[in-house]
């Protein structure tokens, strides 16, 4: 089958498809992530549902520098810093402090990792993460390891939430100035040597996972396991309503991801280019001039054109001279050799498929 002079065969179409299939991969595969708590993960372990739940009444704003707390208005900004795997240096600390100072909120979501802390203490905040694995044998939600923190504070942040629902997480020491909003059961422990069980040294108690600490007209809201709000999760009683809630009063919610590896590389490119105003001159500027050259160009120019001067060139029962005219009318800045050649081409493969 011949189309516009091109022939058809089906090694061609498998070939199409099978490019068409890949560049649709490698657009998908650049564009997701697998890396844990990722706002671009759609796995059980990422937290696009997480994105979603606070598209539904904010703008969500994704970011890779500190800078963007100098950029929101902190009055109606919440922004998220969950589970960092860098260190926040230099001013990051400085800019989060007066996005705080001057109303901001800033949700800090952690267990075990080493960055955390530090932070809060470069911030002045004095609650801290234990870092020790919580466990509760009586109150759960598919074993131990994910307690089912019960004591629930009456604030709006935990309006209609009766409970929620940890994995593998850890509790809170609050400082002398926060105000704690849930806290486990009486049943749950801290297995300090990580064995499964309740030690002789390792007493039950109710333990801080959620806490308020007020922070000039701002507030941290601290919370013991990022775990609540990944994808698998966050349909455990009642994590989302919790998630609703922390973006409730937002009109923007950002996600800090300043400190944390796993933006997609296609994301982080436009991401970049969103925040440098130079690299979006160079971009347009680029664009415009290859999208200049390539009109310039005859052969795009003659593409364009109305085909109808020229129609098909492979039309059954045309003569020589009709198809030497055609190619005339198609091509003018053919010589006469060239289209003598390639009418000639045309002549041949025609005769070539009458024989077949």
């Not at 970011?63 to 960092?84: D, G, H, L, R």
């Not at 939430?161 to 593998?168: D, M, Y």
């Not at 590389?265 to 280019?273: E, K, M, N, P």
Request: glycine share 6%.
């Amino acid at each position: 089958m011949r189309v516009r002079g091109y022939e058809i065969t089906y090694p061609r179409i498998l070939l199409a498809v099978l490019v068409v299939t890949i560049v649709t991969a490698g657009g998908v595969g650049l564009s997701t992530s697998s890396t844990a708590f990722d706002t671009y993960n759609p796995g059980w372990d990422g937290t696009s549902e997480l994105r979603d739940v606070a598209a539904a009444n904010a703008s969500v704003e994704i970011e890779q520098s500190t800078v963007a707390y100098t950029q929101q208005s902190p009055n109606t900004t919440t922004a998220f810093i969950i589970s960092p795997t860098t260190s926040y240096a230099g001013t990051d600390d400085e800019r989060i402090a007066s996005f705080l100072s001057q109303g901001g909120t800033v949700v800090v979501a952690s267990d075990f990792d080493s960055h955390t802390n530090p932070l809060l203490a470069q911030l002045g905040v004095e609650t801290r993460f234990n870092q020790q694995l919580v466990r509760d044998e009586r109150h759960y939600f598919r074993g131990p390891d994910l307690p089912v923190a019960t004591n629930i504070s009456s604030t709006p942040l935990l309006e209609n939430v009766s409970r929620l629902t940890l994995n593998h997480g850890t509790t809170l020491t609050p400082g002398p100035n926060s105000t704690t909003l849930t806290t486990t059961s009486e049943f749950a422990y801290l297995d300090v040597n990580q064995n499964g069980s309740l030690d002789a040294n390792e007493s039950l108690s109710e333990r801080p996972v959620v806490v308020r600490e007020s922070y000039g007209s701002g507030a941290v809201i601290l919370v013991s396991d990022p775990s609540i709000f990944i994808n698998a999760m966050l349909d455990a009683p009642d994590n989302r309503r919790f998630a609703k809630n922390l973006a409730a009063d937002a009109d923007t919610v950002v996600f800090d991801y300043s400190h944390r590896t796993g933006i997609p590389l296609a994301v982080g490119i436009v991401l970049s280019i969103a925040d440098s105003p130079l690299l979006q001159f160079l971009v347009i500027t680029v664009l415009v001039g290859v999208c200049a050259t390539a009109w310039t160009r005859r052969g795009l120019t003659l593409w364009w054109r109305d085909p109808s001067p020229a129609a098909d060139l492979t039309d059954p029962g045309l003569s020589h001279t009709e198809i030497t005219a055609r190619i005339t009318a198609r091509h003018p800045e053919w010589d006469d050799d060239r289209i003598e050649r390639v009418a000639r081409g045309i002549m041949s493969d025609e005769s070539n498929e009458g024989k077949e």
